[in-house]
């Protein structure tokens, strides 16, 4: 299967092979529609709570008395038919998370990527650099691409002057490939991504899943696959030499998959980056909670390596 590839400029750069296996899914609609509910619901705090007729203050003392009066019979001025009596049936803190397996997820999000490819909502670009940030950059390419309703753009890793030129661009979203989820793409009618992103797709979710493990064999049709573990990661120390990075990285830690996200999307992916945070600045993070803190506060003690100001 060929998708076309475009530059910025809204001109053909030619085409990209990519994989039956994520792009050309028999769509399930069922499955589609199971995922999304549950990521609705797992984004629901479900902290909503009213006081009941037992949790009022007041209402110690009867009414009026039980006969004579050509009244009800009330027993507290707090009962659920008082006006500031207590709330019959409320709602009370509570979780609605659901627990999606892995496979039925990526089975969802490979269907969702397919409908797009067979109904032309795919843009491929074959790079997305901006110099400014600005928004009248991101606003000339999508016109350069007639992109006019909701889009998506996705790329491969964080991209923070793609944040900042989209982020006052109505109906406009950005992420980085590795949080791709089914929600935001059944969102956004169009999806504007880089080809180094729909590499990175092919090797995340191409072949048939084996519910992990180092290496494995995937047959894809008549085709044998061979998937190899992921290449180390190669940084280049002060002396300009390349060497192998053994500093874990912050997915690494095992952190909930709520607070892994909010720091890929704040571009916090080093471990330096986080322990050079302070609390109150870890804490500034749009979604990022108290106890998001706490959890990792606790991976990091785990590790000895606790900032001092975090105690």
């Not at 659920?80 to 039925?104: D, E, H, L, N, Q």
């Not at 997305?128 to 007639?146: F, M, P, Y």
Request: proline letters at 5%.
């Amino acid at each position: 299967m060929k998708l076309q590839i475009k530059n910025t400029q809204g001109e053909n750069a030619g085409d990209l092979d990519v994989r039956e296996d994520v792009f050309n899914v028999p769509i399930k609609l069922a499955l589609v529609h199971q995922v999304m509910v549950g990521q609705l619901a797992n984004k629901r705090q479900g902290t909503a709570k009213t006081k009941t007729r037992s949790e009022v203050s007041g209402g110690g003392a009867k009414p009026r008395p039980q006969k004579h009066t050509g009244s009800s019979r009330q027993g507290s001025t707090r009962s659920p038919i008082w006006v500031g009596g207590g709330r019959a049936f409320g709602p009370t803190p509570r979780s609605y998370r659901k627990r999606t397996p892995k496979k039925m997820r990526r089975l969802a999000l490979l269907s969702v990527l397919s409908d797009k490819a067979r109904q032309s909502d795919v843009l491929l670009l074959d790079s997305l650099e901006l110099k400014e940030g600005k928004t009248k950059e991101i606003v000339s390419i999508l016109s350069a691409l007639n992109v006019s309703g909701p889009a998506l753009i996705v790329t491969d890793g964080p991209n923070k002057k793609l944040v900042q030129s989209a982020g006052n661009v109505g109906g406009v979203r950005t992420l980085p490939v590795q949080v791709l989820n089914t929600l935001d793409l059944l969102n956004k009618k169009q999806l504007i991504i880089t080809v180094d992103a729909v590499k990175r797709i092919e090797e995340i979710w191409g072949g048939i899943y084996k519910g992990g493990g180092d290496t494995s064999e995937a047959l894809v049709g008549d085709n044998l696959i061979e998937e190899t573990p992921d290449e180390p990661q190669i940084k280049e120390n002060a002396e300009g030499q390349r060497g192998e990075s053994n500093q874990p990285k912050v997915l690494d830690l095992g952190l909930s998959t709520r607070t892994s996200n909010l720091l890929i999307q704040a571009e916090i992916t080093e471990m330096d980056d986080l322990t050079n945070l302070s609390k109150s600045e870890l804490l500034d993070i749009p979604g990022f909670c108290e106890k998001s803190y706490l959890e990792v506060r606790e991976k990091l003690e785990s590790l000895n390596i606790l900032p001092s100001d975090w105690q």
